[in-house]
């Protein structure tokens, strides 16, 4: 028979892993770092840039652009 699951044994030892619900602050925190990351270099600014335009000329082309126009439609609701 199994040990029912008590709150303290529900948690994990890694607060990354912890469910915060919504609003994530550790979800919020990685975000940030990854954006100021990619936005530190100019270089870097203008890799992604190139790697965007190849990709939007590429085979995966519509269906980002289908993608932005969801994205865009969502926000206007």
Do not use: I
């Amino acid at each position: 028979m199994r040990k029912p699951r008590t709150e303290a044994s529900a948690k994990t030892a890694d607060p990354e892993l912890q469910n915060e619900g919504e609003g994530s602050r550790s979800a919020a925190r990685r975000y940030d770092a990854g954006a100021e990351r990619a936005t530190v270099s100019t270089h870097r600014t203008e890799e992604l840039a190139k790697e965007a335009e190849r990709a939007l000329k590429g085979p995966e082309g519509p269906s980002l652009r289908d993608a932005e126009r969801r994205g865009k439609a969502a926000k206007h609701r």
